[in-house]
């Protein structure tokens, strides 16, 4: 059971954002939606990512956060990167059910190939602003933004709250800052609408041995990174508390803060 | 069936989570304990809040784990919270890890953390990653001065955590006693080793060095075990490469009253602690064995 890195060239790369780049490599890799792998820019570090393009031309896609994805942001064409993975649990796929994809940010990244794999679903994103709105010429999409300058001026849960008087939903998936992920789960719960939402958490092996990425008695690597309504509503530290690099749990505020360094 | 003693700790089965596999936190811990973990291991608590190394930290090769984790800890004055969850909600024994770079540290960590009441104190003289305690664990007289100051700071069991990485081990166990430990745990990782990625040539750990553990490291594990079996009278917790049940049973055999678990939970879960017991359970009563401690050293 070998999980080593597979290296895999950089073929193309596209700002998708003033912060976000997609880096497109040559070669096949595989992923069940919602899973993830530990991409390793050699002599620098490994973070967590999913593939946000799958299929022939699969791709990554990177915002700009901190030292390490500064040097992500750095690669050019030629350079080489690998791919440790797919690791973690996906997404359960809804084929015939009238489903929403509901997304905060970059949280979008996460969602895009099971919008790829749910073709017709209602895709509702939100970003600070329309310079930061991700793949919204790639899929047809619901914006919003912070300062109206897309769509309504609000958050995407409060978009997709507006949107339920007109229509119903069957299931709902979700990506994004934690607090909008709670955000949406009380949502959910309040229209009994079920769900999926996908997790982050500082993670070091991947493979669920250890526990950086621990939230509540879960590991986000291991039995998640997507996890049900059903399990969110019963994990202690989902919408509070992330332990730091050190290990030191941390207030979920300071854990972004601290992300950004 | 399946109890077991570490000394005068009573487990309820003979597995205890290894030092440095998930002890990041009480629930993660007692998760362990409800597939059967006897005792858990808290991640190793150092003197002040440390990072560790950048990844990759854990990598799992054909044969086993290298990790050079790099000893992150969030420092023993920051987890009093931890420790009351921890108190709170599991009820059975709890091993701490404690690393430090001199014996004041050492000291001071075991002092404090004394309060929470432990049921054992894990002295990691061992870790390759990070060059402070190891110095301890390869020098049969350093360990034995760092064993008997830390005795006179607590009640609580010392167990140090011994390095497979010296030509002496029984040599240094012998020691250990000697100074006043109560138990020997065996063994910390072996190596270090490397792992080249040849397309990109360059070590894939970003410390480029890390401790083997898993499969590839039991042989030496099980003869680290029997030897110090036949040089102390004090009990000994067995680990490096255990797997399952059959893996267990040999190492009770080289001499080791209970059996650490920490790199299978990659091949098999969190479950692996019930599939293991199970699997002991099972050999016991094939063979007619009552009780585990009736083969305890049985291969000596």
Redesign the interface.
Do not use: H
């Given at each position: 059971?070998?999980?080593?890195?597979e290296?895999f060239t950089i073929k193309k790369i596209i700002d998708e954002t003033p912060s976000v780049k997609t880096f497109f490599i040559k070669g096949k890799i595989g992923m069940q939606p919602g899973q993830f792998f530990?991409v390793?820019l050699?002599?620098?570090?490994?973070?967590p990512f999913t593939l946000s393009y799958t299929g022939k031309n699969p791709a990554v896609t990177i915002r700009r956060n901190g030292k390490?994805t500064e040097a992500f942001h750095k690669l050019k064409p030629g350079d080489?990167i690998?791919l440790?993975g797919p690791f973690g649990k996906g997404f359960t796929i809804h084929k015939h059910k009238k489903v929403a994809i509901v997304a905060g940010g970059i949280g979008m990244i996460a969602l895009a190939s099971l919008a790829e794999a749910l073709p017709g679903s209602t895709i509702i994103c939100g970003a600070k602003t329309k310079d930061e709105m991700i793949f919204h010429k790639r899929f047809r999409m619901h914006c919003c933004s912070d300062d109206g300058s897309i769509g309504p001026k609000c958050f995407s849960p409060q978009l997709f709250e507006t949107m339920l008087k007109e229509k119903k939903f069957d299931f709902v998936y979700t990506c994004g800052p934690e607090i909008m992920i709670k955000a949406m789960l009380d949502l959910c719960l309040k229209y009994k609408i079920p769900m999926e939402a996908s997790l982050e958490r500082y993670m070091?092996?991947?493979?669920?041995?250890?526990?950086?990425c621990?939230c509540?008695?879960k590991?986000i690597c291991?039995d998640g990174p997507v996890f049900p309504d059903k399990e969110l509503i019963k994990m202690?530290d989902f919408g509070k508390n992330a332990?730091?690099?050190?290990?030191?749990?941390a207030a979920l505020k300071e854990f972004c803060e601290w992300k950004q360094e | 069936m399946l109890k077991a003693k570490l000394g005068r700790i009573q487990l309820k089965t003979p597995l205890v989570l290894a030092s440095?596999?998930?002890?990041?936190?009480a629930?993660?811990m007692?998760?362990c304990i409800d597939n059967g973990a006897g005792a858990v291991t808290l991640?190793s608590i150092g003197p002040i809040?440390?990072?560790?190394h950048?990844?990759?930290?854990?990598?799992?090769?054909?044969s086993g784990?290298i990790?050079a984790?790099g000893l992150?800890?969030?420092?023993y004055l920051?987890m009093d919270?931890?420790w009351e969850e921890i108190n709170r909600i599991i009820k059975e024994p709890i091993i701490a890890s404690v690393y430090g770079s001199s014996v004041e540290e050492y000291c001071r960590i075991i002092k404090y953390i004394s309060k929470f009441n432990p049921s054992i104190i894990e002295l990691n003289v061992s870790c390759p990653n990070k060059k402070a305690g190891m110095a301890f664990g390869k020098n049969a007289e350093l360990v034995s001065e760092l064993i008997r100051e830390v005795k006179k700071c607590t009640k609580l069991p010392i167990m140090p955590k011994l390095t497979p990485n010296c030509d002496n081990i029984s040599e240094i166990a012998k020691a250990c006693e000697k100074a006043g430990a109560d138990m020997i745990a065996a063994i910390n990782t072996a190596g270090p080793g490397m792992?080249i990625?040849i397309?990109?040539r360059?070590p894939?750990l970003?410390y480029k060095t890390g401790g083997i553990s898993g499969p590839a490291i039991k042989p030496i594990a099980i003869r680290c075990v029997y030897e110090i079996y036949e040089s102390v009278k004090i009990p000994i917790l067995g680990i490096g490469g255990i797997s399952n049940g059959r893996d267990a049973i040999e190492m009770l055999m080289a001499g080791a009253s209970a059996v650490g678990i920490?790199?299978a939970?990659?091949?098999d879960?969190?479950e692996v602690f019930n599939k293991i017991n199970r699997e002991i359970e099972e050999w016991l009563k094939n063979n007619k064995i009552k009780s585990i401690k009736d083969i305890i050293g049985a291969a000596r």
């Open positions: 059971m070998t999980s080593l890195p290296i530990m390793w050699p002599g620098v570090d490994e973070k390490s080489k690998g440790r070091k092996c991947g493979i669920g041995v250890c526990a950086s621990v509540g008695n590991l291991k202690d332990l730091l690099m050190s290990g030191k749990k | 440095g596999i998930l002890g990041t936190n629930q993660i007692k998760r991640k809040e440390r990072n560790g950048n990844n990759p930290t854990v990598l799992a090769f054909d784990l990790n984790v992150p800890t969030p420092g920051n919270e931890e792992i990625d397309e990109t360059k894939l970003k920490g790199s939970v990659y091949y879960n969190i």
